[in-house]
């Protein structure tokens, strides 16, 4: 009669730790992680751009507004932060931020278009963009995620009676997310600053 084989049944332990227990502690090799994780994604946007095939962050104001951010000009996505506010400025500032040693001005995208503010109480989450001339953050109510657009298939902005002009839209991705001009609106803001 042959003999059966028998196979232990081993277990094993798989151990979950989160993305920040995962990183280094010291500056340098956190600002070494950023260059690359930077130079990646600008590669992955020149990809894309060669396909007329464009990411952007979505984000929410209040509830059910929706809009859109292009990567390429995106530094940072900060959740949950804490704005130290400025007296006696514009009103469209709500304040700054110190992330990493940079004082960043933070812009209250709700007053900046006119929309108005939602009685519930709000996350303060910041997306840092930048063109050739400035850095801001810009406070939005929630980030949703990211998703691609192509340009030849985006909706043109509807005309309305809101304060949003309509240069500040590039067009309308799925009929519902608006996609943001920010090279017009720092620019804008840049203006404003000046006066």
């Given at each position: 009669?042959?003999?059966?084989?028998?196979?232990?049944?081993?277990?094993?332990?798989?151990?979950?730790?989160?993305?920040?227990?995962?990183?280094?502690?010291?500056?340098?090799?956190?600002?070494?992680?950023?260059?690359?994780?930077?130079?990646i994604a600008?590669?992955?946007?020149?990809?894309?751009?060669?396909?007329?095939?464009?990411?952007?962050?979505?984000?929410?104001?209040?509830?059910?507004?929706?809009?859109?951010?292009?990567?390429?000009?995106?530094?940072?996505?900060?959740?949950?932060?804490?704005?130290?506010?400025?007296?006696?400025?514009?009103?469209?500032?709500?304040?700054?931020?110190?992330?990493?040693?940079?004082?960043?001005?933070?812009?209250?995208?709700?007053?900046?278009?006119?929309?108005?503010?939602?009685?519930?109480?709000?996350?303060?989450?910041?997306?840092?963009?930048?063109?050739?001339?400035?850095?801001?953050?810009l406070l939005?109510?929630?980030?949703?995620?990211?998703?691609?657009?192509?340009?030849?298939?985006?909706?043109?902005?509807?005309?309305?009676?809101?304060?949003?002009?309509?240069?500040?839209?590039?067009?309308?991705?799925?009929?519902?997310?608006?996609?943001?001009?920010?090279?017009?609106?720092?620019?804008?803001?840049?203006?404003?600053?000046?006066?």
């Open positions: 009669m042959p003999i059966k084989a028998h196979k232990k049944n081993q277990e094993k332990t798989t151990i979950f730790t989160s993305a920040p227990v995962c990183l280094p502690k010291d500056s340098e090799a956190l600002t070494i992680l950023q260059k690359r994780a930077e130079k600008q590669i992955e946007i020149k990809k894309g751009q060669e396909k007329n095939i464009y990411s952007y962050i979505h984000f929410c104001l209040n509830k059910n507004e929706h809009y859109g951010i292009p990567y390429q000009l995106t530094k940072e996505v900060i959740q949950n932060t804490s704005i130290t506010p400025i007296p006696s400025t514009f009103e469209f500032i709500a304040g700054i931020i110190n992330r990493r040693g940079m004082l960043i001005n933070v812009i209250d995208l709700k007053h900046f278009f006119g929309i108005k503010k939602s009685e519930k109480k709000i996350n303060k989450n910041v997306i840092v963009v930048q063109n050739e001339s400035m850095q801001v953050g939005v109510d929630s980030i949703e995620g990211s998703h691609h657009y192509s340009m030849d298939k985006l909706n043109p902005p509807i005309p309305s009676n809101n304060a949003i002009k309509l240069n500040y839209i590039i067009g309308l991705h799925n009929g519902t997310t608006a996609i943001i001009n920010i090279d017009a609106i720092l620019t804008e803001i840049e203006t404003q600053l000046i006066k």
